[in-house]
C-alpha cells in the first residue's frame, strides 16, 4: 500500500499534530504566560524595508511598527492618521500638514516634521504616487518641529489620495536618521512609531518573529474604519510564525498552535470549513491577480514577439485550475485594471481565447528569433499555488519547444533575486509570476505593475513612452468618464507591447480560529491592531 504525503497529513490533522508542528513554535507557545495571537503569512520575512521591496508580507510588517500621515477608510477615502491638521492655499499649490499630538518613536524620542520630510523623500524615489509628487513639488520642507508642507510648481488634484494610498510601497513615516539614504540602502533598524513593537530579543530568522504592543502608543479618538480611526491593540503579543509547508500550517490552526492562516491551500477548504472551531473569511473581497512578469532587459523577452507569444499562449482557465483547483474562487482576467473596478475595460482583449492559442504562440516564438535559449522560471516552493502555476505553465512552454527551466526556491529568496537585471547565468531570471490586489489595481498613478518607466518600473523594467504619458495625464482629469476614457486607451497599448500578463483572479480566504476575532476587511494587508483572542 503506498501512502502518499496528502494521505499522510490527513492522518496527522485526524490524530493531532503536535508532531508535525515546529517545535520552535511549540516552544514559544508555552514559554509565555500570556495569550499571544500566532499568525502564518505567506514566506520568511527576509527584508525589513518597506519602501525597499513590494513584498505584502513586509507591508504587513510595516504597518504594525510604523505609522502613516493619512489612511484609508473602509470606503477608500483619504483620512487624517498622523495628520492632526492641514490645509491648501488659495491656488492649491501649497499643502501645509501639522501633526497630532503625542506622536513617539519607539525610542522614546518625540516624532518630529523633519521625519516626516525625510520619508517623503525617500518613499517617492521608488513609488509611482511619489514620484508624480516630486515631479511637481517645488520644495518639500520642514515649517516647524510639528508642520511641514509641500510647495507644488502646479496644482496636483489627487495629492492626498496619492500619500493615502496602500498600494505598495506604503508611505510609511521613519525616524529621519533611518530614512535619510536612497531607497536602494534598506533600514536595517525597526523602530518606528506604530502600535506595535519589534521585539528583537524573540526574533527568530527562518522561524519566527515577535511583535509586542507599544505602551505609549497612543491612537486616534475616532473608532476604526478601514485602516483609519483609532489603532487599539487588543492583543498580548503577535507571533509571526514561518512555517513553509501548508498542509502543516492548517495541521498548526486546527491544533491551536497558530490562529490564523493569510491564504490557506485550496484543496484544504473542504476540510478548515468542517472543523467546528475554524472559519473561512475573505477579507480582500475584491480580490488578488495572478500576474506574469517578464524580464524585458534579457532574451528572449526583450523582444516584442516573444512577449506578445505569451500572451496567446495563457490558458487561464487551466492554469487556475492547476494553481487553486477550487472553481468557485477563481475567474479569467482581460483588464490590466483588474476585472471588476471603476477602470475596468475591453479595449485591445481579441488575444484572450478560452484554452489559448498555443500555434500563435509557437508562430510568434518563432518570428522572435527564439533559439532554444534557457528560459528561467523563478518557482515560489513555500507558495504552493504560485508554485502549481509556475509548473503548469513551465510546462506549457515546453510543448511548444521553449527550454523553460523551473529554479525553485523559497519566497523570500525570489523577492531577492528578482531584483537582479543580469543574465541568467549571472543569477538573473526570464519570468516569475506574483500578485496584485484588484484595489491596486485600479490606481494606476500609485500601482508600481502598472509603469512602464524602464528602469524605474517594478521588477522586469517594462518601457512604452507613449503609455507613459497617458498614465501622467490621469493625475489631472477631474471626472471617472475622463479616467476611463484614458484607462481605455492605456490598456490598448499595454496589450500591444505586453507589459505583463493576467493569468486570472482569485478571491481566496483567510482562515483563523473561532477564538480569533476582529480581523479588518481590507485589500493588500491584514493589520494586527483590533483582533482579538478570547
Not at 191 to 203: D, Q, T, V, Y
Not at 462 to 482: G, M
Request: hydrophobic share 40%.
Amino acid at each position: 500500500m503506498i501512502i502518499s504525503r496528502r494521505d499522510l497529513v490527513k492522518v496527522g490533522l485526524a490524530a493531532g499534530t503536535a508532531l508535525s508542528i515546529p517545535s520552535v513554535l511549540r516552544a514559544q507557545t508555552a514559554s509565555s504566560g500570556a495569550r499571544p495571537v500566532h499568525m502564518v503569512v505567506t514566506g520568511d520575512l527576509r527584508v525589513f524595508d518597506p519602501i525597499s521591496t513590494t513584498s505584502t508580507g513586509t507591508q504587513i510588517h510595516g504597518f504594525a511598527i510604523y505609522d502613516t500621515l493619512f489612511a484609508p477608510d473602509s470606503k477608500f477615502m483619504p483620512q487624517p492618521q498622523m495628520v492632526g491638521k492641514w490645509s491648501v492655499s488659495d491656488d492649491k499649490k501649497t499643502h501645509t500638514f501639522e501633526l497630532r499630538d503625542g506622536l513617539g518613536w519607539h525610542d522614546g524620542t518625540p516624532v518630529t516634521a523633519a521625519d516626516c520630510v525625510a520619508s517623503i523623500r525617500r518613499w517617492a524615489e521608488v513609488a509611482p504616487g511619489g514620484r508624480l509628487i516630486m515631479a511637481r513639488a517645488s520644495d518639500i520642507s520642514k515649517k516647524d518641529d510639528k508642520t511641514f508642507t509641500i510647495a507644488l510648481n502646479e496644482p496636483l488634484g489627487p495629492l492626498i489620495n496619492l500619500l493615502t494610498d496602500v498600494a505598495a510601497p506604503n508611505l510609511f513615516i521613519m525616524r529621519e536618521k533611518d530614512a535619510d539614504r536612497p531607497a536602494s540602502e534598506p533600514v536595517t533598524t525597526k523602530i518606528g512609531s506604530g502600535p506595535f513593537k519589534f521585539n528583537e530579543a524573540l526574533a527568530r530568522p527562518g522561524a519566527s518573529y515577535t511583535y509586542d504592543p507599544n505602551e505609549n502608543y497612543v491612537p486616534r479618538k475616532e473608532p476604526f474604519d478601514g485602516l483609519a480611526g483609532g489603532k487599539i491593540v487588543k492583543v498580548d503579543r503577535v507571533i509571526w510564525d514561518v512555517i513553509a509547508d501548508p498542509q502543516t500550517a492548517v495541521a498548526a490552526l486546527q491544533a491551536g498552535e497558530i490562529d490564523f492562516h493569510i491564504a490557506p491551500p485550496v484543496d484544504l477548504y473542504p476540510l478548515i470549513e468542517s472543523d467546528p472551531n475554524l472559519q473561512l473569511e475573505v477579507l480582500d473581497k475584491m480580490g488578488r491577480d495572478l500576474i506574469l512578469r517578464m524580464n524585458f532587459l534579457q532574451p528572449p523577452f526583450d523582444n516584442i514577439k516573444a512577449r506578445q507569444a505569451m500572451l496567446h499562449l495563457i490558458d487561464q482557465e487551466a492554469l487556475m485550475r492547476a494553481a487553486y483547483g477550487n472553481p468557485k474562487y477563481i475567474s479569467p482576467v482581460t483588464s490590466i485594471f483588474g476585472q471588476d473596478t471603476p477602470l475596468s475595460n475591453d479595449e485591445n482583449t481579441a488575444w484572450y481565447k478560452k484554452g489559448g492559442d498555443s500555434e500563435k504562440a509557437r508562430q510568434l516564438f518563432e518570428e522572435a528569433g527564439y533559439a532554444g535559449e534557457k528560459v528561467v522560471f523563478l518557482q515560489p516552493t513555500d507558495w504552493a499555488e504560485v508554485s502549481n502555476a509556475s509548473q503548469f505553465l513551465a510546462a506549457t512552454l515546453r510543448k511548444i519547444g521553449v527550454n523553460a527551466e523551473l529554479a525553485p526556491m523559497n519566497w523570500a529568496e525570489l523577492t531577492t533575486r528578482r531584483a537582479n537585471k543580469g543574465l541568467v547565468e549571472n543569477g538573473g531570471w526570464n519570468v516569475f509570476i506574483t500578485d496584485d490586489s484588484e484595489y491596486s489595481l485600479a490606481n494606476p498613478l500609485t500601482n508600481s505593475l502598472l509603469a512602464a518607466n524602464g528602469d524605474k518600473a517594478w521588477y522586469g523594467w517594462p518601457k512604452n513612452d507613449e503609455y507613459e504619458e497617458l498614465r501622467a495625464k490621469l493625475a489631472d482629469v477631474a471626472t471617472l468618464d475622463e479616467r476611463k476614457a484614458l484607462a481605455g486607451k492605456m490598456q490598448g497599448i499595454w496589450w500591444d507591447f505586453v507589459g505583463d500578463l493576467r493569468l486570472g483572479r482569485i478571491t481566496g480566504p483567510a482562515a483563523r480560529r473561532k477564538s480569533l476575532t476582529g480581523l479588518i476587511a481590507m485589500p493588500e494587508i491584514v493589520p494586527m491592531w483590533n483582533m482579538q483572542k478570547a
